[in-house]
């Protein structure tokens, strides 16, 4: 589900389509795709699907193969926007289409302008049919565009072309001449192009509705002739006449910034039908001017006046149906980001503006959130527009904001963010932005996203900075991720001795400072979860010298139960894999531990762990190497100790699974071993039963228990705790009708 409510069939049915093509498709003998049984789609749903291949990365030359059949998917509104297509394969399964609509904007793959053309005008029907075409983005490659018959083909040969898109194309004044031509041409976009004469315009100039004509900077027109070009466009409605201001300096943008003055100040018998002009980035526009073509214009409907300094112009207040982009308030910015989406420049700019109208914000912005969202994806490789955003998204989601939101907006921004950490991994400010974002226990509980390559992002950042303020925010974050990983994630991230020293050496920087903070705490978490059920994790750790650095830390912090909880339970995962309980056969770490587990002055919590190191040690005699003095006390301290212990209210831990405990469990284990391991489900099932009761049944410690109950030789102790677990599994299974099942943690 979206933040609107659930996915549309349809979509859902495509999103299928799309994952399923190698299973629905056979291939052709030039390796491109066709549908083995396919039903003659509904036209919109054709378009449908092209759209959702391309936006979903997989159109390219093999899959766009399914199009050439234009019986069952016939397309008349056609988008492979940023696609690898060739110019051979889009000449095939395209151009066979009556089109009336094609967007190859930055489509790559070698395909140009004149292959485009060319390729839609060998079709008779796309020569009267086709109405929008957008090239933005590539090479127009005008010289290259065959010859038919003797004639050039030319764009002049679509004939039904009304809207056309050249931006940030090598358009030259040639190729604009023979455009405006196109005898039904209304709305024309030649932003960021090669053109230097818009005297070409003159061609049209009674059908040009819309000229979108930002930050031509080979334009060379004095500003009386631009004016007069401009005053001859009759039907003109729309001119969008901006410039990027952050690259041009003062002499590129003098002449257009004259013009856009004389524009301001001309009579409205000068584009008599104007409702809508952006002068974006002319930085002289004065307030003046802005005043007197706004009074004069009543019907204005929109005005582009970010980065003019002309935005508090008074006038504009008073116009309620007039939009304006702007600086001056939340709506001017807002207004910015939605109509500026692909202009780099000018999303920075209101983002700019959008973080100072942010940073004290107290009410949850989901728009505003979705506003730097879009402008993020916009321009994944700009690091002007994340720089910002980044430091957005932050102001936005910080403190309780972030519970407001909708957590599929969340989802899709926290993606960004890690996008953004991977795209610029040497940008401090942008990775402390993304890691201030993150710090937070809502978002890192609760909100979906790809756990794994956050916590592997945030710990390669961890590693090339020492700031203590971040570095703790940044072990926080991955203490909380690890969490929250699968087992095979975990056992992945284990893998990794990078990690494992990373996180060790914060431990030790800290243990050699004698200092006991959340830094230390989150890192000591992150690696008990790291080693959870994780045994090259474990052996990572000991290779690490992370036995000897853990031995010195629970000397050093004998007093600290949370620190030496943590360092216990870490000792436990270890002592769970058998190949690694050589390692921990150290007569003084053992000792240690054994004193912690008689101690009745320490917590039940590091007892517990004490206890459960020891057990699992113990329950394997032949691998003990210790001698048998030492084993019969650890056996009969444990067995002591455990009957002295509290039952515990908050959940102290949490298990993957039992299957640790099971061998723990066999009949014919001393009773200190069995009684830890059955003292340790109680405790967590009587915390959590619905769960624990499933995963008992699952992976039969049920039937465990059941024969150690029974088995003479079994301790009354264990016998009355056991008892108590199968009572409350049996009540459980009773009240949910007996349905049981494994879940995973």
């Known amino acids: 589900m979206d933040d609107k409510g659930p996915q549309a069939l349809c979509d859902l049915c495509l999103t299928q389509v799309c994952s399923s093509l190698d299973a629905l498709c056979s291939r052709r003998a030039d390796g491109s795709m066709c549908l083995s049984s396919a039903p003659v789609f509904p036209q919109e749903m054709a378009d449908q699907l092209l759209h959702k291949m391309a936006t979903k990365g997989i159109l390219n030359d093999t899959t766009v193969g399914i199009f050439r059949n234009c019986k069952e998917l016939r397309l008349r509104r056609a988008s492979m926007r940023c696609c690898p297509v060739s110019a ?27 292959n485009i053309i060319s390729g839609l005008a060998s079709n008779p029907e796309c020569r009267s049919s086709l109405q929008r075409l957008s090239l933005a983005g590539l090479q127009v490659d005008w010289e ?16 039904g072309l009304r809207t056309l898109n050249f931006a940030n194309t090598d358009l030259t004044d040639v190729v604009l001449e023979d455009i405006c031509t196109l005898p039904q041409l209304e709305s024309l976009d030649i932003s960021g192009s090669a053109v230097s004469k818009l005297t070409a315009l003159l061609g049209c100039k009674n059908t040009l509705r819309s000229l979108i004509a930002h930050r031509l900077r080979q334009l060379d027109m004095s ?40 524009l301001l100040e001309a009579s409205p018998q ?18 003046g ?43 001017q910015v807002s207004e910015a980001l939605r109509r500026y989406r692909d202009r780099e420049c000018f999303i920075r700019e209101a983002l700019i503006h959008l973080y100072n109208l942010t940073t004290n914000s107290d009410k949850p912005r989901p728009d505003m959130l979705k506003l730097v969202l879009s402008g993020m994806q916009s321009h994944p490789a700009s690091l002007h527009v ?55 226990d809502y978002i890192l509980q609760d909100v979906p996203f790809d756990k794994y390559l956050a916590a592997t992002l945030v710990i390669n950042w961890l590693h090339s900075h020492e700031d203590a303020t971040l570095q703790r925010m940044a072990v926080a974050v991955i203490s909380l991720l690890v969490a929250k990983l699968s087992r095979e994630e975990t056992a992945q991230l284990g893998k990794d001795v990078f990690i494992m020293k990373q996180l060790l050496a914060i431990v030790q920087q ?49 007093t600290e139960p ?9 000792l436990n995962n270890i002592a769970e894999v058998e190949v690694l309980q050589a390692d921990l056969m150290e007569e003084g770490l053992l000792e240690h531990i054994l004193n912690l587990l008689q101690d009745s002055q320490v917590e039940v919590g590091v007892r517990y762990f004490a206890g459960g190191t020891l057990a699992q040690l113990a329950s394997r005699p032949e691998a003990w190497t210790l001698g048998d003095e030492l084993l019969s006390t650890v056996l009969e301290e444990l067995h002591a100790s455990i009957m002295t212990w509290t039952q515990l209210e908050r959940e102290m831990v949490s298990y993957r699974s039992f299957q640790p405990f099971c061998p723990l469990l066999e009949t014919w284990q001393p009773s200190g071993v069995q009684l830890w391991a059955v003292w340790a489900i109680h405790l967590v099932c009587s915390q959590n039963t619905s769960h624990y009761s499933s995963m008992m049944e699952a992976e039969g410690v049920t039937e465990l228990l059941r024969a150690l109950a029974a088995h003479p030789n079994t301790h009354s102790d264990i016998k009355g705790l056991t008892d108590s677990i199968l009572r409350m599994v049996e009540q459980h299974q009773s009240h949910s009708g007996n349905q049981t099942g494994p879940r995973n943690l």
């Open 88 to 114: 051979e394969a889009f000449r095939l399964a395209l151009c066979p289409h009556r089109l009336q609509e094609l967007d190859a904007s930055w489509a790559s793959g070698g395909l140009t302008g004149a």
């Open 144 to 159: 290259s565009v065959v010859e038919d018959g003797g004639t050039r083909v030319g764009f002049s040969s679509l004939q």
């Open 223 to 262: 500003p009386a002739r631009l004016l007069f070009v401009f005053n001859q466009l009759h039907a003109l409605r729309h001119l969008d006449f901006s410039e990027d201001h952050f690259s041009a300096d003062d002499s590129d943008g003098r002449d257009g910034d004259e013009t856009v003055r004389q």
């Open 270 to 287: 000068v584009l008599p039908s104007l409702v809508s002009l952006d002068i974006s980035g002319r930085k002289r526009t004065s307030e």
């Open 289 to 331: 001017a802005v005043r007197a073509f706004v009074e004069a214009r009543g019907g204005l409907v929109f005005l582009g006046l970010l980065a003019t300094g002309a935005s508090s112009c008074d006038v504009l207040s008073s116009q309620k149906n007039l939009k304006v982009t702007g600086e001056a308030n939340e709506n």
């Open 386 to 440: 994340h720089l910002v955003a980044t430091a957005c998204v932050f102001n936005l989601t910080t403190q309780d904001l972030a519970e407001a939101m909708p957590v599929s907006l969340l989802s899709s921004t926290v993606t960004q963010l890690l996008s953004a950490m991977k795209t610029f991994p040497s940008h401090q400010q942008v990775q402390k932005n993304c890691l201030l974002a993150l710090c937070s």
């Open 510 to 558: 800290k243990a050699m400072a004698g200092v006991v903070d959340a830094t230390l705490k989150f890192a000591l978490s992150a690696l008990w979860n790291l080693t959870d059920e994780t045994p090259a994790a474990a052996r990572n750790f000991i290779e690490c010298q992370g036995l000897e650095l853990y031995e010195e830390v629970l000397e050093t912090y004998y």
């Open 562 to 570: 949370a620190v030496q909880q943590k360092v216990l339970g870490l």
